[in-house]
């Protein structure tokens, strides 16, 4: 019998929750979404858990969800990640050592954060996620009787998603731009392995969220700049690094955007809705939001087919 999983993605703004068969791949099966109440999450933190409950609650009764394992996201300015080479040794590394490695590289005291790591061929990543907003996530599902099995990073869940799309023999560099609001990241997917390329601020009011000055030509720059940086830092990492493709999801851009960044890195753009469509059946108009902005959720999913046998 098929697996399913509940991803539910809650962010500053609206929760999307996608139900999807898990079995070698994912099957999108169910889909929907629905607005936060104003001031609700703040940063990424649920400030009125009881509203997020309330919305969250209205959202699985109308899907009619057959299953209540579920997997839920933490924000990207929520996590630190690092990547670091892999060592022989890490194959085996305890819990005690994770916490020793981990408090090297992070500046923040450990007993704040929920730790764990996971080891690719040449990168070790280490991930310290905030415990509190973790925990506060985690207690809105279960009130409404669901089973939490993982609370991910998004730019994990970002991973996870183009894992399962590009297959156990992955062939392309991907340079993938999750926005969110009010933080968006970068994750690198290098023929399988992973590097997180940082976080940087998207003002609401590009979206229509809130007002502000400030224009789509100057995110432009801030996202081209941003970009630059990352590969940079990621190409001294793993010098084979040949970039090549850009994933723009989470939300679409405006029109000219994503040719601007096309052009400015000679790089071809993902056709998100058709990718998404032919590897995991999404159909964007019986969801009612773009594939774009499935991405995190399908990503939560996709990290269930690890924790579920």
Same mark, same amino acid.
């Given at each position: 019998?098929?697996?399913?999983?509940?991803?539910?993605?809650?962010?500053?703004?609206?929760?999307?929750?996608?139900?999807?068969?898990?079995?070698?791949?994912?099957?999108?099966?169910?889909?929907?979404?629905?607005?936060?109440?104003?001031?609700?999450?703040?940063?990424?933190?649920?400030?009125?858990?009881?509203?997020?409950?309330?919305?969250?609650?209205?959202?699985?009764?109308?899907?009619?969800?057959?299953?209540?394992?579920?997997?839920?996201?933490?924000?990207?300015?929520?996590?630190?990640?690092?990547?670091?080479?892999?060592?022989?040794?890490?194959?085996?590394?305890?819990?005690?050592?994770?916490?020793?490695?981990?408090?090297?590289?992070?500046?923040?005291?450990?007993?704040?954060?929920?730790?764990?790591?996971?080891?690719?061929?040449?990168?070790?990543?280490?991930?310290?996620?905030?415990?509190?907003?973790?925990?506060?996530?985690?207690?809105?599902?279960?009130?409404?009787?669901?089973?939490?099995?993982?609370?991910?990073?998004?730019?994990?869940?970002?991973?996870?998603?183009?894992?399962?799309?590009?297959?156990?023999?992955?062939?392309?560099?991907?340079?993938?731009?999750?926005?969110?609001?009010?933080?968006?990241?970068?994750?690198?997917?290098?023929? !399988?392995?992973?590097?997180?390329?940082?976080?940087?601020?998207?003002?609401?009011?590009?979206?229509?969220?809130?007002?502000?000055?400030?224009?789509?030509?100057?995110?432009?720059?801030?996202?081209?700049?941003?970009?630059?940086?990352?590969?940079?830092?990621?190409?001294?990492?793993?010098?084979?690094?040949?970039?090549?493709?850009?994933?723009?999801? !989470?939300?679409?851009?405006?029109? !000219?955007?994503?040719?601007?960044?096309?052009?400015?890195?000679?790089?071809?753009?993902?056709?998100?809705?058709?990718?998404?469509?032919?590897?995991?059946?999404?159909?964007?108009?019986?969801?009612?939001?773009?594939?774009?902005?499935?991405?995190?959720?399908?990503?939560?999913?996709?990290? !269930?087919?690890?924790?579920?046998?």
């Amino acid at each position: 019998m098929a697996k399913r999983i509940l991803g539910i993605q809650i962010g500053e703004y609206r929760v999307i929750c996608v139900e999807a068969k898990i079995s070698g791949g994912i099957v999108a099966e169910k889909i929907a979404t629905a607005p936060l109440p104003e001031l609700s999450v703040v940063n990424g933190v649920i400030t009125k858990p009881m509203e997020v409950v309330e919305v969250l609650e209205a959202i699985i009764t109308k899907m009619e969800i057959v299953t209540d394992n579920t997997i839920l996201n933490i924000p990207a300015n929520l996590a630190q990640i690092k990547c670091i080479p892999t060592e022989e040794n890490y194959l085996n590394i305890t819990h005690d050592e994770l916490e020793w490695e981990l408090a090297q590289h992070f500046n923040e005291p450990m007993e704040e954060f929920t730790t764990s790591a996971f080891v690719l061929p040449i990168t070790t990543v280490l991930i310290a996620a905030k415990t509190v907003p973790m925990e506060v996530r985690a207690s809105i599902a279960e009130k409404v009787g669901l089973t939490v099995l993982s609370v991910d990073p998004e730019p994990i869940a970002i991973f996870n998603l183009f894992s399962t799309i590009e297959g156990s023999k992955p062939k392309r560099d991907i340079v993938i731009i999750n926005i969110q609001v009010p933080y968006s990241h970068i994750v690198i997917f290098a023929r !399988g392995e992973f590097w997180n390329g940082g976080i940087f601020f998207t003002p609401p009011e590009l979206f229509n969220l809130s007002e502000g000055k400030k224009t789509w030509r100057e995110f432009t720059d801030d996202l081209v700049s941003t970009i630059k940086i990352a590969m940079r830092t990621y190409t001294k990492f793993n010098p084979a690094f040949e970039p090549g493709t850009i994933a723009i999801v !989470g939300r679409i851009l405006k029109e !000219g955007v994503s040719s601007t960044i096309s052009s400015q890195f000679n790089a071809d753009i993902v056709d998100i809705p058709s990718l998404l469509k032919k590897k995991t059946k999404f159909k964007h108009k019986k969801a009612k939001i773009s594939a774009e902005e499935s991405a995190v959720a399908l990503g939560l999913v996709a990290h !269930g087919q690890t924790l579920i046998r």
